[in-house]
């Protein structure tokens, strides 16, 4: 079992950043592909990053790309999310996931889920 914990959370404006972190504890939790999803109310839960055990391989929705960027410090166990020009369509409660595999870029292609951490973006 791993345990994920999200933070970083907040209300911003559009144009702004925000640092998602996941806390990452458990058997073998630095081994494990991970991700970063979000889901808007009445959405779906759609794919927003991934990245490899090793941080080489990253892998990106097209809507933020160039934004956002996903990175992994695994002697922390720790992931994060760097968004920058932040965007009203950005809003959303941002999930951090682990175990991925496939094609890294579907809910049922992951293990573990943390509770999220809402990301709000006013005009």
């Known amino acids: 079992q791993v345990q994920l914990v999200e933070s970083g959370g907040g209300l911003v404006q559009a144009g702004g950043s925000l640092r998602l972190s996941c806390a990452a504890s458990?058997?073998?939790?630095?081994?494990?592909?991970m991700g970063w999803f979000r889901q808007a109310p009445g959405k779906e839960r759609e794919f927003v990053a991934a990245?490899?055990?090793?941080?080489?391989?990253?892998f990106y929705t097209d809507s933020v790309k160039g934004r956002f960027t996903i990175s992994r410090d695994n002697a922390e166990n720790t992931l994060y999310l760097q968004m920058n020009s932040l965007k009203p369509e950005d809003t959303a409660r941002y999930y951090c996931?682990?175990?991925?595999?496939?094609?890294?870029?579907?809910?049922?292609?992951?293990?573990?889920w943390g509770q999220g951490t809402q990301v709000t973006v006013s005009s």
């Open positions: 458990g058997r073998t939790s630095s081994s494990y592909v």
């Open positions: 990245i490899s055990f090793s941080g080489t391989n990253t």
């Open positions: 996931a682990a175990g991925g595999w496939g094609t890294l870029r579907m809910v049922d292609e992951y293990v573990y």
